[in-house]
């Protein structure tokens, strides 16, 4: 968990590619923490309302992640964890309506 932090207000987020790897990581974090939360469906939504009140982030929209994904495996071959967070949320994102996604061939830089 990254301090309790979801993809709360934000549905499009973008990491440009001179990111360091830590602020790369921290984006993953926050987007897989999200796609736990809803994997745990509406019970746990209800929950949050109860817990938390108008702060609770219970939306169930689309959000999408947009980092160059594969220019950050090929930078960093041997960072297991970047490698784990990109399989796993490639594999359960989609399910939730959590999507990583890579930027458009203009905005992508060779690795």
Do not use: C, W
């Not at 746990?44 to 495996?73: I, P, Q």
Request: neutral net charge; proline residues 6%.
């Amino acid at each position: 968990m990254v301090n309790g932090q979801t993809l709360r207000g934000h549905r499009n987020i973008t990491v440009e590619s001179g990111h360091d790897i830590d602020h790369v990581l921290l984006q993953l974090k926050i987007a897989l923490r999200t796609v736990a939360f809803r994997e745990q469906g509406p019970q746990a939504a209800h929950e949050a309302r109860r817990n938390f009140g108008l702060l609770a982030d219970t939306r169930m929209d689309n959000v999408t992640l947009t980092v160059d994904a594969d220019r950050y495996l090929a930078l960093h071959p041997d960072h297991q964890e970047l490698h784990t967070l990109i399989r796993t949320l490639r594999d359960r994102g989609p399910a939730v309506g959590v999507t990583l996604t890579n930027p458009p061939p203009a905005q992508a830089h060779p690795a």
